[in-house]
């Protein structure tokens, strides 16, 4: 049996590989990126190694196409972030657009979730055979937030709250040039 249209499949049985609204006609490929950096120095022996180390947001590489046929069925559907777009270049000002904006948004992919990434890149080829399609590869990069909190200490946790260190008055100095046998 023939498979439906990928965005057809996505509505009627509820496959979730969609990114800020957009599903994607075919997704031809998804590779997720996942890589933890650590120091090069040396660690003392007994540390804790993974206070050494930190994880890097997830870089995600899918390539997915679109069709000028389909473009047409999501112009007519209500829900459709397309409404109104009818051809594959309509599609990729969009998918332009939303890599100016750079403002994080959520993507859905086959092995997984992420609630914050943005366009890092986008890069298309049209041949005599794919001109009336739109096949792109789009790089997604995960947005990490962190929460700061500003705390002040009591000034009885302090050890010593009131002194500041010492200014050392010196005077000016001037460099003097010396030689290896002539030392001032």
Sequence with gaps: MPSLPYSLEALLLGRKREFAGIIPDVVVSEEHE??????RHPVD???????????????????????????????????????GLTTTKDVYEKLLELQAKREPFSLSTGKKQYP???????????????????????????????RTKEV?????????PQQTASVNQRGTSQPVLTTAGNRP
């Design 45 to 83: 022996t007994g540390a804790n190694v993974s206070d050494h180390a930190y994880q890097m947001p997830t870089v995600i590489n899918c390539q997915f196409g679109w069709s000028d046929s389909s473009r047409l069925l999501n112009s007519i559907l209500d829900f459709s972030i397309f409404k």
């Design 152 to 160: 002040t200490l009591q000034e009885a946790r302090q050890k010593n």
């Design 34 to 39: 996942n890589e933890v950096v650590f120091t």
């Design 116 to 146: 914050a990434v943005i366009i890092t890149k986008l890069k298309t080829t049209s041949t005599v055979d794919t001109e009336s399609a739109l096949v792109v590869d789009i790089t997604f990069e995960e947005i990490r937030f962190a």
